[in-house]
C-alpha cells in the first residue's frame, strides 16, 4: 500500500494511455489477449520487481504532500520526481508558501541534472502557475524567473524552445522594470558575437517581444543597435530569426523610425545570400505594406517584388510557394501605384502560377518537362492552393465586372484540378467569390453543380458549409430572380444536389451526410414546393426509416418537418403526415417508433400548437401502451411537451385522454424503471399551467409565435385557395374570349343597332369580370409576397421569440416583429377566403380567432349587399 500511495499518488499527470477500440468485434480478441496475460502475470511481477527496488519505491504513508514532495525530489528515481514537477501548480494552489520555500529549491536543485522529460515538464508547470495566477506577479518574478532564465540555453533545442514559450508568456506579464533589469540587460551580452548560436537565437525572440514593452526611444536607444548587429550575424538561422521579429519591432517603434530603420535592413536582407533570409525579408516586407508610404511601395517594395517574381521561376524555387501565398495580399496592397502594364504583368504571373504543373507553353517540350521529383510536384500542388486561396483577393484586384473576362478561364480550372486538396480550397472560397461577383453570380453556376458533384467528399463537405447562402445568392443575386424563373438559373442544380446527397449516404463519412441534410433545410427558398415533394421529401422519410446513423435520422427528420411546413398543397401535406402516422408512429420496428417521437419534438418546434393537436396528439399518446419500454420510456419525457400544446377549454378532451393513459401507465406498467420516469413525469405535469384560449401575460412570448405560426399556415391554405381560383378564372376568361370572337366574326354583316347592343352588353360583362380578375390578381400577387418574405427562414426564424408590444390587440403586437409579418387576418386580401374555406382548413383555427372571423363575417356581409345593388 505504501508502495502504491508513493509512486501512483504523483504518476497520474505524465502516464499516456494509447486509444484502444472496445468494439464488439475487437472485444473477444482483447479478452483472449486478458487471459494469456494472466497465465504469465505472476513471474513478470516477480522478475521485474527486486527487494531492493520495492523498498526504495516505498514511502511512508503518514507523510503529507509537502513532505512527500521533498522527499522524492531529494532521494526518488527521475520518473517520481517528474511526477512532483508535473503537480506542481496543484500545490501552488493547495499551499503556495510552503511550496515556494520548501519545492521549488528543490526542483531547482534537479533540473541542473534532469533529463529532457523532467525539463519539458517544468516548463509547462512553471506556465501553468503563472496562468492560474496561483502568486502574485512580483513574488512569481523573484521565485521562478531566475529558474527559466537559467534553462534558457539548454543543450536541447526542443528543451530551450519550451523555455522560451514560457519566458515570453511571462514578458507579457512582467512590469517594465523587471523586464528592464532582469531581461533586456542581460540581454546586451547574450546577443553578442561571441555567444552560443542558441543564444543568439533566443536573443532574437526575446527582442521581438520586448518592442511592444517599451517607448520608441528606449527601443530605439537601447534595442535597434543589437537588431541591427544580429541581421549582420555571420550565421544564416540568426538572420532568419531577426528578420521575422523586424515585423514586430517595426509595430514597436512606429511608421517614422521603420522607414529609417527597419526598411533598410529588409531590403539588404531581401538580397542576403541564403534563400531562407530572402524569403523571411520578402514575408516581413509583404505583412509591413500597411505601415508603408507610397514613394516606398513604388521605390523601394516594388522593385523588390518584380525580382522575386522573375528570380522564382528560375534560379529561386524556394520563394515561389510563399510567393503564391501572399500574391493576393500583395497587389492589393501595391494596386495603387500599378500602371496598366505592371497591373497586367501581375495578373498573368498569377495565372501561370495557377496551372504551374499542368500544362506547359506552347504546348511542346522545352527545360521545363524534365522529369519532376516528387518534391517539385508537391511543390506545385501547394502552389496552385495557394491561388486556389487567393482567389477572392484577385477578383477585387481585377474588378469583379471583369471576372468573365479575366479570371473565368482560371477558376474553371482550379475547380477542375486534379488535387483533392486544390478543389477543396475552391469549395470553401466558393461563397467568398460569389459575394463579390453579386449580380454576375450566374456565371459560376456550372462550377457549383461541378463541385457538388465531385468525387471527393471532402470538396463536398467544404462546399456545404455555406451552401444555403450561396443558393440564394445564386437564385437571387442574378437578373433572374423571379419566383418562376428560380430553377432557371440554375438547370442542373436538383440532380447534383441529389446526387451529392447519394453518394454522402452511402459512404462511411456520416457527419458529412448529416451536415448536408442539415443545410437542405434551406430549399423552400430555392426550388418550387412541387420540386421538393417529388424529389427530396420521400427521401428523407427512406433515410429516417432505413438509415442506422441516429445522428442522420434525426437530421432528415427535422429537414422533413420543414419541407412539411412550407408545402403548398393540402393534399400532399395530408399524405406525408399519414405517411409519418403509419410507417414510423406505427412501424413494426420499435426503432421506426423512436424516430416517430423525435419527429413528434421538431413537429411541435416548427407547427402551431394546434396543428401538432389535430395530427399527432392522439397517435403520440397510443404508443403508452407500447410494448417495447424504451418507447414508452422516452414518451414519458415528452408528455411534458406535449401538454404544453394543450389550451383550454377547446382541447379539453384531448387533456381528458392525456390523464387516462397517465393513470393506465401508473397502473398497468411492469419495468422499474419506466415506472420510476413515469412518476417523475406526473409531478413535473401537475406543476404545469395550462394555456387557454384568450390572451395571457404570462404566456405573452409564447401565445405570439404561435399565433404567428397558426396565421402562416392558414395562409398556406388561402394561397393555394386563390391559385386554384386563379387558374379557374384564367381557364374560363379564356373560353369566354374563344366564344366572343367567334360571335363576332359571325355576327360582323348585322345591323349597327344589333352590333350596339352587344358592344353595350359585352364590354360590361369583360368589365366585371376582368375587375374580378384584377382583384382576385392582387390578392394573389400579395399573399406570394408573403410566401417570399414572411415563410422565407431569414424573415421568419420560427425558431426565436418575437419582439414584446405594449399594444392591446393581437395585430397591433405582432407589429413589432417586421412588415414581413404584418399581414394579418384582418386585411380585405385574405377575408372572403378565411370564412369560405373554414370547412377545408387543413388547421384547425383556435378560438383566439372568433374577432377576426366576426370581423370577415361583417365585411362579407357588407359585400354581398354591395354586390346585389350592383346586380340590380
Known amino acids: 500500500a505504501s508502495v502504491a500511495k508513493g509512486f501512483t499518488c504523483y504518476m497520474h499527470p505524465i502516464i499516456f494511455f494509447s486509444k484502444m477500440d472496445f468494439s464488439q468485434s475487437n472485444l473477444f480478441g482483447y479478452i483472449e489477449d486478458l487471459q494469456e496475460l494472466t497465465i504469465i502475470e505472476r513471474p513478470v511481477r516477480r522478475s521485474l520487481k527486486t527487494a531492493e527496488e520495492i523498498e526504495r519505491l516505498t514511502v511512508d504513508e503518514e507523510l503529507g504532500d509537502i513532505e512527500r514532495a521533498v522527499y522524492l525530489l531529494s532521494s526518488g528515481q527521475d520518473i517520481q520526481g517528474t511526477s512532483v514537477v508535473a503537480n506542481l501548480p496543484v500545490l501552488m494552489r493547495q499551499n503556495p508558501a510552503e511550496t515556494l520555500r520548501r519545492v521549488l529549491p528543490k526542483i531547482r536543485e534537479v533540473l541542473h541534472v534532469a533529463g529532457v522529460e523532467m525539463q519539458l515538464t517544468a516548463a509547462v508547470s512553471f506556465l501553468t502557475v503563472l496562468q492560474e495566477e496561483s502568486v502574485s506577479i512580483h513574488t512569481y518574478s523573484h521565485s521562478f524567473l531566475h529558474i527559466i532564465l537559467q534553462n534558457l540555453e539548454h543543450r536541447d533545442a526542443g528543451v530551450s524552445n519550451a523555455w522560451l514559450e514560457t519566458l515570453l508568456a511571462v514578458i507579457e506579464a512582467l512590469p517594465k522594470e523587471t523586464i528592464r533589469h532582469e531581461i533586456l540587460n ?76 527597419v526598411l533598410p535592413e529588409l531590403v539588404e536582407l531581401a538580397r542576403d545570400e541564403g534563400s531562407s533570409v530572402r524569403l523571411a525579408a520578402f514575408e516581413t516586407l509583404v505583412n509591413l505594406l500597411d505601415m508603408l508610404d507610397a514613394d516606398d511601395r513604388s521605390q523601394t517594395v516594388l522593385p523588390l517584388v518584380k525580382s522575386f517574381c522573375e528570380k522564382s521561376f528560375k534560379a529561386d524555387e524556394s520563394i515561389l510557394v510563399s510567393l503564391s501565398f501572399h500574391l493576393g495580399k500583395l497587389c492589393n496592397g501595391l494596386y495603387g501605384i500599378f500602371t496598366p502594364e505592371q497591373h497586367l504583368r501581375f495578373l498573368e504571373f498569377y495565372k501561370k502560377l495557377s496551372t504551374l504543373g499542368l500544362q506547359q507553353e506552347n504546348g511542346h517540350n522545352d527545360n521545363q518537362l524534365q522529369l519532376q521529383t516528387l518534391e517539385q510536384e508537391k511543390k506545385y500542388i501547394s502552389v496552385r492552393k495557394n491561388c486556389a486561396y487567393n482567389f477572392p483577393a484577385m477578383i477585387v484586384f481585377v474588378d469583379p465586372k471583369n471576372f468573365h473576362l479575366e479570371l473565368y478561364s482560371i477558376f474553371f480550372c482550379l475547380c477542375h484540378d486534379p488535387e483533392v486538396s486544390v478543389r477543396y480550397t475552391m469549395a470553401i472560397s466558393f461563397y467568398e467569390v460569389a459575394k463579390l461577383l453579386n449580380s454576375g453570380v450566374y456565371t459560376i453556376h456550372k462550377e457549383l453543380v461541378t463541385l457538388l458533384q465531385d468525387e471527393s467528399l471532402e470538396v463536398l463537405d467544404a462546399l456545404v458549409g455555406h451552401l444555403p447562402e450561396i443558393l440564394e445568392l445564386m437564385t437571387n443575386g442574378g437578373e433572374n430572380n423571379g419566383s418562376e424563373s428560380k430553377l432557371l438559373s440554375i438547370p442542373d442544380l436538383i440532380p447534383a444536389l441529389t446526387t451529392a446527397e447519394q453518394r454522402a449516404a452511402t459512404s462511411l463519412k456520416w457527419r458529412t451526410h448529416e451536415k448536408l441534410l442539415q443545410k437542405y433545410a434551406c430549399l423552400p427558398h430555392i426550388i418550387s414546393s412541387d420540386q421538393i415533394y417529388y424529389r427530396f421529401l420521400h427521401r428523407m422519410l427512406t433515410i429516417i426509416l432505413t438509415n442506422n446513423v441516429l445522428p442522420v435520422q434525426k437530421a432528415a427528420a427535422r429537414t422533413l418537418c420543414v419541407y412539411l411546413r412550407y408545402n403548398r398543397k393540402q393534399e400532399q401535406r395530408h399524405e406525408v403526415i399519414q405517411k409519418l402516422i403509419e410507417q414510423l408512429g406505427q412501424g413494426k420496428s420499435y426503432w421506426n417508433r423512436l424516430r416517430f417521437l423525435d419527429t413528434c419534438e421538431f413537429i411541435m418546434e416548427l407547427f402551431s400548437k394546434s396543428f401538432f393537436c389535430k395530427y399527432f396528439f392522439l397517435p403520440v399518446l397510443e404508443l403508452t401502451h407500447d410494448p417495447v419500454a424504451n418507447v414508452r420510456m422516452k414518451l414519458c419525457y415528452l408528455l411534458p411537451k406535449v401538454k404544453s400544446t394543450l389550451k383550454i377549454p377547446t382541447d379539453k378532451h384531448l387533456l381528458q385522454q392525456l390523464e387516462l393513459c397517465i393513470r393506465k401507465l401508473l397502473c398497468q406498467e411492469k419495468d422499474k424503471d419506466v415506472l420510476t420516469i413515469v412518476k417523475r413525469t406526473v409531478l413535473e405535469l401537475d406543476r404545469m399551467e395550462i394555456s387557454v384560449d384568450a390572451f395571457q401575460k404570462r404566456f405573452y412570448e409564447n401565445d405570439l409565435l404561435d399565433q404567428e405560426k397558426e396565421r402562416q399556415e392558414h395562409l398556406l391554405l388561402e394561397m393555394e385557395q386563390l391559385e386554384k381560383e386563379k387558374q379557374q378564372n384564367e381557364g374560363r376568361s379564356t373560353n369566354i374570349n374563344d366564344k366572343m370572337f367567334e360571335k363576332k366574326r359571325r355576327d360582323s354583316k348585322t345591323s349597327s343597332v344589333l352590333a350596339k347592343s352587344i358592344t353595350l352588353s359585352v364590354p360590361g360583362s369583360s368589365s366585371g369580370t ?21 415563410l422565407h427562414p431569414k424573415y421568419s426564424n420560427i425558431d426565436k421569440c418575437p419582439n414584446k408590444s405594449s399594444a392591446t390587440g393581437y395585430t397591433s403586437s405582432v407589429s413589432g416583429m417586421g412588415k414581413s409579418c404584418l399581414l394579418s387576418f384582418s386585411d380585405d386580401s385574405f377575408r372572403t377566403h378565411s370564412t369560405g374555406n373554414s370547412g377545408n382548413a387543413a388547421f384547425p383555427s383556435s378560438s383566439s380567432r372568433n374577432l377576426f372571423n366576426s370581423a370577415d363575417q361583417k365585411t362579407n356581409g357588407n359585400k354581398e349587399g354591395q354586390s346585389r345593388k350592383m346586380s340590380m
Not at 537565437?201 to 526611444?217: D, P, Q, R, T, Y
Not at 376582368?770 to 399573399?783: E, H, N, P, T
Request: net charge positive; hydrophobic share 35%; proline share 2%.
Open 186 to 261: 542581460p540581454l546586451v551580452s547574450k546577443a553578442q558575437l561571441s555567444q552560443t548560436l542558441q543564444s543568439r537565437l533566443v536573443s532574437c525572440k526575446i527582442m521581438g517581444k520586448l518592442a511592444n514593452k517599451f517607448e520608441a526611444h528606449i527601443i530605439k536607444r537601447e534595442i535597434i543597435p543589437l537588431v541591427k548587429s544580429l541581421c549582420q550575424d555571420v550565421e544564416y538561422e540568426v538572420r532568419t530569426c531577426m528578420c521575422r521579429q523586424l515585423e514586430h519591432i517595426a509595430q514597436g517603434i512606429g511608421t517614422e523610425l521603420t522607414k529609417t530603420v
Open 770 to 790: 376582368s375587375a374580378g380578375k384584377d382583384d382576385k390578381k392582387s390578392k394573389l400577387v400579395r399573399s406570394q409576397s408573403f410566401s417570399t418574405q414572411a
